[in-house]
């Protein structure tokens, strides 16, 4: 199928984000729209926060969710996926990892809440131009992996790469590192969370294991699969892998460092996780409390 760019076929790829850019003036246009909007710092109420190689897919007239958003994207990228009949809304962080098989689940999740023959919209934000061209290869490789997809998509936003790019004491630096999205209106805007939802240190862990697929929230329920690992590997992440992790080009926000720290202690303390943390063989699953508004666990 073709990939669409502002309601024009694109047969091919561009080899590039400043191409399709040159190519696609109105996607300019698109990210200095977004970049004029004053970042909003969101609550926890009606959020569903997204993270790294996570996404979720919901509808206008779910209850329990108002906004799903993301930020710390730094090199990575989000996209955001609607379909402009239903309001059907998905939104996915992604790092590189299971790139193609995350979108195509992505768009059959959006195609079992949309009508047959579908056309869906696509928006992308974050990566800059970052040194390492990490950005540009990740921005490229979402490119094919949508252009594979059987329906239509058609790309109206991609403040990616140098139209998300500042310069801050010589150095490239990205402008933005997050946004949400309004589920019953489809807004788009720059966006913070301090809170990012339960479990954080098993849903960084998942990623720091090695996991490699993006991992679907569905409202209610949150699986996450963790492997038995070594003890002894983790305590030479902590002893001499944090110097290494954290001398990384792509700029990182200062509260990263202490959430890969708190990780990597969380995964030191639980070697065997299916008998600390999942002692039960059953996967942890979360609800909205009806009076706090905040995900609760509870046993399904």
């Not at 936003?157 to 019953?184: D, H, S, Y």
């Amino acid at each position: 199928m073709v990939l669409l760019v502002g309601g024009v076929g694109v047969e091919e790829v561009p080899g590039d984000s400043h191409t399709l850019v040159s190519n696609h003036p109105f996607l300019r246009d698109a990210a200095a729209h977004l970049l004029s909007i004053p970042t909003k710092v969101i609550g926890p109420l009606g959020l569903l926060y997204v993270g790294q190689r996570e996404m979720a897919v919901t509808i206008p007239h779910d209850k329990n969710v108002n906004i799903i958003g993301t930020d710390d994207l730094t090199a990575c990228i989000m996209f955001i996926l609607r379909n402009t009949t239903t309001g059907a809304v998905g939104v996915a962080h992604y790092d590189g990892c299971g790139t193609d098989e995350g979108v195509t689940a992505m768009v059959q999740r959006m195609q079992e809440l949309s009508y047959p023959e579908t056309r869906l919209q696509l928006q992308m934000v974050g990566g800059f131009s970052d040194s390492c061209h990490y950005s540009e290869e990740l921005f490229f490789n979402l490119m094919h992996a949508f252009q594979k997809q059987p329906i239509e998509i058609d790309l109206t936003m991609a403040c990616v790469g140098e139209l998300n790019t500042t310069v801050r004491n010589g150095r490239q630096w990205p402008i933005l590192f997050g946004a949400g999205v309004n589920v019953k209106t489809g807004e788009i805007f720059p966006a913070t969370f301090p809170d990012k939802g339960p479990e954080q240190a098993l849903r960084k862990a998942r990623n720091l294991v090695g996991a490699k697929q993006v991992s679907n929230f569905r409202i209610f329920k949150i699986v996450w699969s963790f492997p038995r690992v070594h003890l002894s590997h983790f305590r030479k992440l902590l002893i001499s892998g944090m110097g290494t992790m954290f001398d990384l080009e792509f700029i990182k926000p200062p509260h990263i460092v202490m959430q890969i720290r708190t990780t990597l202690k969380y995964i030191q303390e639980n070697p065997f996780p299916d008998i600390t943390v999942f002692h039960d063989n059953r996967p942890h699953y979360f609800r909205r409390d009806e009076h706090t508004g905040l995900w609760v666990p509870f046993r399904y």
